[in-house]
Protein backbone atom coordinates (compact mmCIF):
# COMPACT_ATOMS: atom_id res chain seq x y z
CA UNK A 1 0.00 0.00 0.00
CA UNK A 2 1.58 3.59 -0.99
CA UNK A 3 1.72 6.29 1.49
CA UNK A 4 -1.38 8.41 1.03
CA UNK A 5 -1.25 12.09 0.92
CA UNK A 6 -2.01 14.80 3.80
CA UNK A 7 -5.07 15.26 1.17
CA UNK A 8 -5.54 12.41 0.71
CA UNK A 9 -5.88 11.35 4.29
CA UNK A 10 -8.21 14.35 5.26
CA UNK A 11 -10.72 13.90 2.66
CA UNK A 12 -11.24 10.08 3.55
CA UNK A 13 -12.25 11.06 7.19
CA UNK A 14 -15.47 11.94 5.11
CA UNK A 15 -15.58 10.58 1.85
CA UNK A 16 -14.50 6.90 2.86
CA UNK A 17 -17.28 4.04 1.44
CA UNK A 18 -18.46 1.98 4.06
CA UNK A 19 -19.04 -1.18 1.75
CA UNK A 20 -18.37 -4.97 3.34
CA UNK A 21 -17.04 -7.68 0.82
CA UNK A 22 -16.19 -11.21 1.37
CA UNK A 23 -14.65 -13.71 -1.21
CA UNK A 24 -17.67 -15.34 -2.98
CA UNK A 25 -18.26 -12.00 -3.99
CA UNK A 26 -15.96 -10.65 -6.88
CA UNK A 27 -15.53 -8.73 -10.41
CA UNK A 28 -16.37 -11.75 -12.90
CA UNK A 29 -19.94 -11.26 -11.67
CA UNK A 30 -19.55 -6.98 -11.97
CA UNK A 31 -21.12 -5.94 -15.73
CA UNK A 32 -18.78 -3.81 -17.41
CA UNK A 33 -19.26 -1.04 -20.25
CA UNK A 34 -17.59 -1.56 -23.22
CA UNK A 35 -16.06 2.07 -23.14
CA UNK A 36 -14.73 1.36 -19.68
CA UNK A 37 -10.75 1.42 -19.06
CA UNK A 38 -11.00 -0.10 -15.56
CA UNK A 39 -7.80 -0.94 -13.28
CA UNK A 40 -7.22 -2.39 -9.67
CA UNK A 41 -7.81 0.09 -6.97
CA UNK A 42 -8.22 -2.23 -3.93
CA UNK A 43 -8.35 -6.25 -4.39
CA UNK A 44 -6.12 -7.37 -1.48
CA UNK A 45 -7.65 -5.05 1.00
CA UNK A 46 -9.94 -6.14 4.38
CA UNK A 47 -12.41 -3.58 5.40
CA UNK A 48 -13.69 -3.87 9.36
CA UNK A 49 -12.61 -7.29 9.23
CA UNK A 50 -13.67 -8.49 5.86
CA UNK A 51 -12.32 -8.26 2.54
CA UNK A 52 -13.36 -5.72 -0.28
CA UNK A 53 -13.51 -5.14 -3.52
CA UNK A 54 -13.02 -1.51 -5.32
CA UNK A 55 -11.74 -0.77 -9.13
CA UNK A 56 -11.15 2.88 -10.70
CA UNK A 57 -12.93 3.30 -13.85
CA UNK A 58 -12.70 6.07 -16.86
CA UNK A 59 -14.57 6.33 -19.65
CA UNK A 60 -15.05 8.48 -22.67
CA UNK A 61 -18.52 8.82 -22.88
CA UNK A 62 -21.26 11.08 -20.41
CA UNK A 63 -22.32 9.94 -17.31
CA UNK A 64 -25.79 9.67 -18.48
CA UNK A 65 -24.46 7.00 -21.24
CA UNK A 66 -22.65 5.09 -17.93
CA UNK A 67 -25.43 5.47 -15.44
CA UNK A 68 -27.86 4.59 -18.54
CA UNK A 69 -26.00 1.26 -19.00
CA UNK A 70 -26.75 0.26 -15.76
CA UNK A 71 -30.00 0.98 -15.38
CA UNK A 72 -30.71 -1.17 -18.30
CA UNK A 73 -28.52 -4.04 -17.28
CA UNK A 74 -30.13 -4.04 -13.97
CA UNK A 75 -33.51 -2.66 -14.43
CA UNK A 76 -36.03 -2.02 -11.68
CA UNK A 77 -33.71 -3.82 -9.55
CA UNK A 78 -31.20 -0.85 -9.15
CA UNK A 79 -31.23 2.14 -6.84
CA UNK A 80 -29.75 5.07 -7.27
CA UNK A 81 -28.30 7.91 -4.47
CA UNK A 82 -25.52 10.35 -3.70
CA UNK A 83 -22.68 9.62 -1.86
CA UNK A 84 -20.51 13.04 -1.15
CA UNK A 85 -19.14 13.92 -4.40
CA UNK A 86 -20.40 10.77 -6.46
CA UNK A 87 -23.35 9.71 -7.90
CA UNK A 88 -24.14 6.31 -7.81
CA UNK A 89 -26.49 3.25 -8.88
CA UNK A 90 -26.27 0.00 -7.29
CA UNK A 91 -27.99 -3.62 -7.13
CA UNK A 92 -27.89 -6.49 -4.88
CA UNK A 93 -27.75 -10.14 -6.57
CA UNK A 94 -27.12 -13.35 -4.95
CA UNK A 95 -26.39 -11.31 -1.50
CA UNK A 96 -23.63 -9.48 -3.45
CA UNK A 97 -23.80 -5.91 -3.61
CA UNK A 98 -22.45 -4.12 -6.77
CA UNK A 99 -22.42 -0.08 -6.56
CA UNK A 100 -21.09 2.21 -9.24
CA UNK A 101 -19.75 5.47 -7.89
CA UNK A 102 -19.40 8.21 -10.76
CA UNK A 103 -18.62 11.71 -11.83
CA UNK A 104 -17.89 13.56 -15.08
CA UNK A 105 -15.37 16.16 -16.46
CA UNK A 106 -15.08 17.13 -19.77
CA UNK A 107 -17.17 15.20 -21.65
CA UNK A 108 -15.88 11.80 -20.22
CA UNK A 109 -17.01 9.90 -17.04
CA UNK A 110 -14.85 8.47 -14.03
CA UNK A 111 -15.56 6.36 -10.55
CA UNK A 112 -15.24 3.72 -8.55
CA UNK A 113 -16.89 -0.11 -9.32
CA UNK A 114 -17.47 -1.33 -5.39
CA UNK A 115 -18.13 -4.88 -4.62
CA UNK A 116 -19.43 -6.25 -1.41
CA UNK A 117 -21.86 -8.83 0.76
CA UNK A 118 -24.88 -8.13 2.93
CA UNK A 119 -23.51 -8.97 6.39
CA UNK A 120 -24.61 -11.36 8.18
CA UNK A 121 -26.01 -10.07 11.23
CA UNK A 122 -24.81 -11.93 14.05
CA UNK A 123 -21.42 -11.01 13.01
CA UNK A 124 -19.49 -9.82 15.82
CA UNK A 125 -16.11 -7.78 14.86
CA UNK A 126 -13.84 -6.24 17.10
CA UNK A 127 -12.56 -3.50 15.52
CA UNK A 128 -9.12 -1.26 16.08
CA UNK A 129 -7.04 -4.19 18.06
CA UNK A 130 -3.29 -3.14 18.55
CA UNK A 131 -3.87 0.41 17.06
CA UNK A 132 -2.75 3.17 19.53
CA UNK A 133 -6.21 5.00 20.49
CA UNK A 134 -7.46 7.07 23.59
CA UNK A 135 -9.33 5.66 26.41
CA UNK A 136 -13.16 6.83 25.12
CA UNK A 137 -12.29 6.21 21.14
CA UNK A 138 -14.53 4.10 18.96
CA UNK A 139 -13.52 2.77 16.22
CA UNK A 140 -15.39 3.59 13.18
CA UNK A 141 -13.38 1.51 10.54
CA UNK A 142 -10.37 -0.26 9.86
CA UNK A 143 -9.08 -1.18 7.06
CA UNK A 144 -5.54 -3.51 6.20
CA UNK A 145 -3.93 -4.45 2.88
CA UNK A 146 -1.62 -6.58 1.78
CA UNK A 147 1.32 -5.27 -0.91
CA UNK A 148 3.99 -8.31 -1.06
CA UNK A 149 6.65 -6.79 1.59
CA UNK A 150 4.11 -3.76 2.61
CA UNK A 151 1.37 -3.61 5.06
CA UNK A 152 -1.11 -1.00 4.89
CA UNK A 153 -3.75 -0.36 8.06
CA UNK A 154 -6.10 2.97 7.72
CA UNK A 155 -8.18 3.26 11.00
CA UNK A 156 -10.49 5.87 11.98
CA UNK A 157 -11.88 6.86 15.20
CA UNK A 158 -13.41 9.21 16.90
CA UNK A 159 -12.82 10.56 20.34
CA UNK A 160 -14.51 12.84 22.54
CA UNK A 161 -11.31 14.84 23.75
CA UNK A 162 -10.08 17.76 21.70
CA UNK A 163 -7.81 17.86 19.01
CA UNK A 164 -4.83 19.40 21.48
CA UNK A 165 -5.62 17.02 23.87
CA UNK A 166 -5.11 14.11 21.26
CA UNK A 167 -1.68 15.79 19.81
CA UNK A 168 -0.57 15.10 23.29
CA UNK A 169 -1.46 11.51 23.85
CA UNK A 170 0.21 10.30 20.79
CA UNK A 171 3.41 12.22 21.04
CA UNK A 172 3.51 10.05 24.47
CA UNK A 173 1.96 6.93 23.34
CA UNK A 174 3.87 6.51 19.79
CA UNK A 175 7.33 7.85 21.39
CA UNK A 176 6.36 5.26 24.43
CA UNK A 177 6.29 2.39 21.47
CA UNK A 178 9.44 3.68 19.64
CA UNK A 179 7.80 5.62 16.73
CA UNK A 180 9.88 8.52 16.21
CA UNK A 181 8.16 12.11 15.54
CA UNK A 182 9.33 12.99 12.08
CA UNK A 183 6.85 15.55 11.43
CA UNK A 184 4.24 17.51 12.93
CA UNK A 185 2.59 20.61 11.50
CA UNK A 186 -1.24 22.24 11.57
CA UNK A 187 -4.28 21.41 8.77
CA UNK A 188 -7.37 22.73 8.49
CA UNK A 189 -7.82 23.58 11.86
CA UNK A 190 -6.57 20.09 12.82
CA UNK A 191 -3.02 18.63 13.26
CA UNK A 192 -0.74 15.66 10.90
CA UNK A 193 2.18 14.22 12.84
CA UNK A 194 3.97 11.42 11.25
CA UNK A 195 5.90 9.38 12.81
CA UNK A 196 8.33 6.70 11.70
CA UNK A 197 10.25 3.58 13.12
CA UNK A 198 12.97 2.38 10.66
CA UNK A 199 11.21 1.94 7.44
CA UNK A 200 8.14 2.14 8.33
CA UNK A 201 5.61 5.34 8.64
CA UNK A 202 2.53 5.90 10.74
CA UNK A 203 0.48 9.14 9.36
CA UNK A 204 -1.58 10.27 12.08
CA UNK A 205 -4.47 13.10 11.07
CA UNK A 206 -6.62 14.67 13.81
CA UNK A 207 -9.56 16.94 12.79
CA UNK A 208 -12.31 18.58 14.77
CA UNK A 209 -15.97 17.30 14.09
CA UNK A 210 -18.34 19.47 16.37
CA UNK A 211 -17.75 18.56 19.85
CA UNK A 212 -15.51 15.52 19.29
CA UNK A 213 -12.44 14.99 17.41
CA UNK A 214 -12.34 12.75 14.41
CA UNK A 215 -8.72 10.96 14.06
CA UNK A 216 -7.72 8.68 10.77
CA UNK A 217 -4.45 6.68 11.40
CA UNK A 218 -2.20 5.78 8.28
CA UNK A 219 0.26 3.00 9.04
CA UNK A 220 2.88 1.56 6.44
CA UNK A 221 4.68 -1.28 7.19
CA UNK A 222 7.45 -2.45 5.32
CA UNK A 223 8.69 -6.10 6.03
Same mark, same amino acid.
Given at each position: ??????????????????????? $?????????????????????????????????? +????????????????????????????????????????????????? #??????????????????????????????????? $?????????? #???????????????????? +?????????????????????????? #??????????????????????????
Amino acid at each position: MSKLSTSAIISMLSLWPLVEARA $DCDFTDFPIMPEMKVSSLMDNAEYNSRPLGVRSF +SAAVSSDSVVGFYRRRWRDRSSESTFGPWQQIGTLEDECFFTVQYGAAG #GNTFGRLLISKVPEADTEQTLGVDVVKPSDALVVS $DMKTDDGPKE #GRVTIITSEQSVSELVSFYR +SEMSRSNWSLEQSFNQAGGSVLVFRK #GVSENNIVIMPAGGSSQILINEVEIN
